[in-house]
Each structure stands twice: as structure tokens, then as C-alpha cells.
């Protein structure tokens, strides 16, 4: 190809006024753009698309709103003269309610892209203006439209009431789980019963579990890790628990790059189970996968596992049997592959992140022959930092601490922060990154990991929280909820009385970005996944057939009627 013809064909790639695909229906990141009578025959259309360079599956601001850079792409605009004395149009996001109105970006024939937006549900404008930089509409509408998100409307209960499954026995054993406080159940749920007989973990064990202490191996050590009962403290209530040599979450183990070690697992528990070293590049035939690398370890048995490490990182280990019952019982620990691979700091500390499902002081039973739980998976209403209702790190002012987080709850995912400090993510899953990556909060979903860095502030006590927008499907509405889960508590510099200024800030105001090619590269292959499902409740069936055909990314609260 010649240079003439690279560039225009790169400009036809580039260039405005290239049609594009409509938006599909039902589509949730693209949507049509109403014109207004005065632009009679005009097209538009928005496309919300990923904030380049952070370092997430998805993307939200620390409150856990979805955050989206918006592409506008309009056809047949007049030029603004033509409807007045205006020079430009602007468009503009604005909340259902009308609150809240913001200046996004001009706009015109073509494709545009504005500045990001995070809100729940709201509407896109687009007018013609006389002052290209005004921030406050006066001029006429040419387009509005609705976001994807406010299609979710509350449920047809009239419609639904009709198909109540009976009654069930009073003597089955299941208990209805209890619902997020201020979200009520639909109706007719609560007379719903999963298809499996309830499964309640018992322990005969009365040792109450501990935290878990760091194993530092050598190449060629064993480890013997036992999985076995014990008894758990979550709050105030002590339940039935099971865990790797007594310890919840289970022994950090620590090796270094190039090692190897072997490890024999004995199972005290009384159902068969077997261990997954979670991203672990080893021999297939330790890959702990019962049914496809080995059969499970029957109770009273063992396993032994040979491990390498060619990789540096942050990695975890759990039962590949039953996970929804066995990690949850507490079946779960940290690996580290330690090499020179992320810069000194003054302390470091690993973070399991959990949840638990409870009614009382009870776990909710499981489901004896299979999962329930099964389409959303079962989220608990309990959050645990390494089996603790409340994690606290002491640090000192001005210090660098990094974190080690993996998140093993069944189905949550984490949207982590702390109060007050930016956070610096250094690695993930798959190593480290070339630059560390700023952001306010860090969105991790079940399995992975991430190691993130802070600089400590000035002294006192910073909530550590998970901020998400829930949404309550029965009224069709999201609503904000906060866990705090513990607190950084600072105390004075070292070496330095209290009352000096803080040290200043090292880190810049802004987040910062992955190098842009990791996202911009196009994917070498789509995957789609499609869900087949029978045998559900009547009135779930109903509900998912009447529902509005919005889908959040990430369902990220325990609010769905179970
Ligand atoms: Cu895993």
C-alpha cells in the first residue's frame, strides 16, 4: 500500500461522518439519542466505552459508580445557525430528576468522544449553544436520551403474584436467607426451596482457629498441611469451621522464585477434597482438579503435591471440591513467590478479603447434592479481612506499606479503598506492572489478586471500606452501601514527636494510566458465553421473563431475591 493510501484509508478509520453499526436492542453500552422535532430526520447514538489504562476488568470511582467515557456519534445535524443564534452544540449528562446538569464536551456530525461520567442512571442532552464553553444550558434540545441503566425498572408484582409455588413442608429444614437490610423480598419468594436438601457443616472440633502464620520453605522442604476442623469466631457468634493446620486463613507460604517444594495434604474433613494452587504455572497432574488431574483425596487420606515457581508473584490455594462449602468453611491460604520483583517498603501485609453468609448466629445451610445459589452465586452478608470482622494495621506516618490482597469469597466482588490515600496498584494476577497504576479504589472480583502500595498520612484513623451501588431489583433503584472494614491507624513519624506537619504528598493529584496499548490492542477473540437454565422456581423464571433488560457488569451486593 502506498503512503497516499495508508493515509486515507486511515483517515477514513479516523475521520468523522464514518457510519457506524446502530446500537443493538437491549444493548447496555450503547444507546439511541431521540432527535428533538427541530432536527427532525437526524440520527444519534451513544456508545459508552472503557476509561483508558486502569488496571480493572471494570471500572468505578470509589463509591462504586460504573465509570465511562461516552462516544457520541450524530448524523444529519444542521448547522446550529440554522436553528438560531448558535454557534456549536454541547452535549450534556443530567440525572432523571433533572439535578445535577454537566457540560460534557461540543459535539457534532460525527463521533465525538467527551470526559468520563459515573451516575447510577441518567440522561445524555445534546443542544445547540451560542458559547461553546457555557456550562449552563440555554439553548434548545437536538437530542436526549436515556442510559441503559434506566431501563431497570421496579418489578410487575401484580403480574408475578400468580405463580406462588406452594407451601413447603414446615419440617424441610430451610430457612429463608435474610435479605439486605431495607430490601424486601418479592413476593412469593420467600415460599421458594431450592431442589437440594440443606447441608449444615458441623466440626466436632472445639480449638478455635487461628490467624495465619507465615511458612517460609526452601527448594526441596515439605510441607504437611492438614485440612481439619475447628472452631470459628466470627464476631461475636462462633460457628463450625475447617482449615489448613488450624489456621484461618491458612499458612502464608512463602518460597522463592525457581524453588521447589512438595506438599502433603491430609484431609480431616469428612468429605472428599483436594487442593488448587490458584495460578500456579505447575505439572498438570498437581493441579489439585479432582475428576480431570486426580481423584479427590478421600477423608482420611492424603495427596502429595510437588510445586514449582517459575513466576514472582501473588497466589492462593483452596479445595477443588465444593468450594461454595469448603473454602467458605475456611479451606483457603496465601502463596508468595518472592524475587527481587517490586521496590523495598517499609511494611508489608497480606489481606484475604471473604464474606459469609449468617442468619443469626447461624451459616445459612448449603445445598447438600449441588450448589444453590447457583445463578448469582451465594453472597454473604458478612465481610472478613483475614477471617476478621475488623482488620486494623498500625503504620507510622510517612511510611510505605504494601498490601497483598486476594479476594476468596464465593461471589463478591470487592470495590476496596481507604479513606483518605491514594493507592498505588504495583502487580496483579499476572505480574507486575511496567508502572505502578493510581487509583482511589481497587476492584477486585473473586480469585484475583492485586499488591498495592500506600504512603501512610498524617496521624489517625483511616476506615477501610467496600463501597458499592447495590441495587434493589424489586423498586428498580441502586442505593449506595458502605462496609467499613477496619481502619489504618497512624500514629506520629518515626523517630519524630507528634505535632510536625505531615510529610507532604508523594503522589500525584490525578490517577495515572496503563500504557494505553494494553487496552487499545483489539482482542484476538470474542468469547460468548450463553446460560442454560431449568428447573427454576416458577416465580424466578417469571421474573427473569418480565424483568427490563438491564444487566449490571458486576453484581455487586447480595440483593438479589434468593
Ligand atoms: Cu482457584
Known amino acids: 500500500m502506498s503512503w497516499l493510501g495508508l493515509i486515507l484509508s486511515l483517515a477514513a478509520v479516523l475521520g468523522t461522518g464514518v457510519p457506524r453499526a446502530p446500537c443493538a436492542p437491549g444493548d447496555n453500552y450503547c444507546f439511541r439519542l431521540e432527535p428533538s422535532a427541530r432536527v427532525f430526520g437526524a440520527e444519534g447514538r451513544a456508545r459508552l466505552i472503557r476509561p483508558a489504562g486502569t488496571p480493572f476488568t471494570v471500572d468505578v470511582d470509589r463509591d462504586g459508580r460504573h465509570r465511562y467515557t461516552v462516544q457520541f456519534e450524530l448524523e444529519g445535524l444542521p448547522s446550529p445557525q440554522e436553528l438560531g443564534p448558535y454557534s456549536h452544540y454541547v452535549a450534556w449528562v443530567v440525572d432523571p430528576t433533572l439535578d445535577r446538569l454537566r457540560r460534557l464536551a461540543v459535539v457534532d456530525n460525527g463521533v465525538s468522544r467527551t470526559g468520563e461520567i459515573a451516575r447510577n442512571k441518567y440522561m445524555l442532552w445534546v443542544s445547540a449553544e451560542s458559547d461553546s464553553a457555557t456550562t449552563v444550558r440555554t439553548g434548545p434540545l437536538v437530542f436526549r436520551g436515556l442510559s441503559p441503566s434506566s431501563r431497570m425498572e421496579a418489578h410487575g408484582f401484580i403480574g408475578m403474584s400468580a405463580f406462588q409455588p406452594p407451601e413447603p413442608s414446615a419440617e424441610d429444614g430451610w430457612t429463608a436467607p435474610p435479605m439486605v437490610a431495607g430490601v424486601r423480598m418479592m413476593p412469593g419468594m420467600e415460599k421458594t426451596r431450592p431442589s437440594v436438601a440443606p447441608y449444615r457443616l458441623e466440626s466436632e472440633s472445639e480449638v478455635p482457629a487461628t490467624r495465619g502464620r507465615t511458612v517460609s520453605l526452601a527448594h526441596g522442604d515439605t510441607l504437611r498441611l492438614s485440612a481439619g476442623p475447628v472452631s470459628r469466631q466470627v464476631g461475636g457468634a462462633t460457628i463450625a469451621g475447617y482449615a489448613f493446620n488450624g ?201 484475583e489478586r492485586y499488591v498495592v502500595d500506600l504512603t501512610v498520612k498524617a496521624p489517625g484513623h483511616y476506615p477501610v471500606t467496600n463501597r458499592v451501588q447495590a441495587i434493589d431489583h424489586g423498586r428498580g433503584r441502586f442505593f449506595s452501601q458502605i462496609d467499613t472494614l477496619g481502619f489504618l491507624r497512624v500514629g506520629a513519624p518515626k523517630g519524630l514527636t507528634p505535632g510536625l506537619p505531615p510529610p507532604p504528598p508523594t503522589e500525584p493529584d490525578a490517577p495515572g494510566h496503563l500504557p494505553a496499548r494494553f487496552l487499545e490492542t483489539l482482542p484476538e477473540l470474542t468469547l460468548d458465553l450463553m446460560l442454560r437454565t431449568e428447573g427454576l422456581p416458577a416465580i424466578t423464571e417469571q421474573m427473569m421473563l418480565r424483568d427490563q433488560s438491564f444487566f449490571n457488569p458486576v453484581e455487586w451486593s447480595g440483593t438479589m431475591p434468593h
Not at 323 to 338: K, P, Y
Not at 353 to 379: I, K, S, T
Not at 380 to 401: K, P, Y
Not at 405 to 426: I, P, Y
Request: charged content about 20%; proline content about 8%.
Open 247 to 447: 489456621q484461618i486463613p491458612g499458612p502464608l507460604i512463602r518460597v522463592d522464585r525457581g524453588s521447589e517444594i512438595v506438599v502433603v495434604v491430609d484431609n480431616h474433613t469428612p468429605e472428599p477434597t483436594s487442593v488448587h494452587w490458584h495460578g500456579l504455572r505447575l505439572e498438570n497432574a498437581f493441579d489439585g482438579v479432582p475428576g480431570l488431574t486426580q481423584d479427590p483425596i478421600a477423608p482420611g487420606r492424603s495427596f502429595t503435591y510437588r510445586l514449582r515457581f517459575p513466576d514472582a508473584g501473588l497466589y492462593w490455594y483452596h479445595p477443588h471440591h465444593r468450594e461454595d462449602i469448603w473454602q467458605d468453611a475456611g479451606l483457603f491460604g496465601s502463596i508468595r513467590v518472592d524475587a527481587d520483583w517490586l521496590p523495598r517498603v517499609d511494611s508489608e501485609h497480606n489481606l484475604v478479603l471473604d464474606d459469609l453468609l449468617l442468619r443469626g448466629e447461624e451459616p445459612v445451610p448449603y445445598g447438600r447434592e449441588a450448589a444453590n445459589f447457583a445463578l448469582m452465586g451465594r453472597f454473604g452478608n458478612v465481610l472478613l479481612t483475614n477471617d476478621e470482622i475488623r482488620w486494623d494495621v498500625a503504620a507510622s506516618s510517612g511510611d510505605r506499606i504494601r498490601l497483598f490482597l486476594t479476594n476468596v469469597s464465593n461471589t463478591r466482588t470487592f470495590n476496596w479503598s481507604v479513606d483518605g490515600h491514594a493507592l498505588e496498584v504495583v502487580a496483579t494476577d499476572v505480574g507486575p506492572f511496567p508502572e505502578p497504576v493510581w487509583t482511589e479504589s481497587v476492584v477486585i472480583a473473586p480469585a
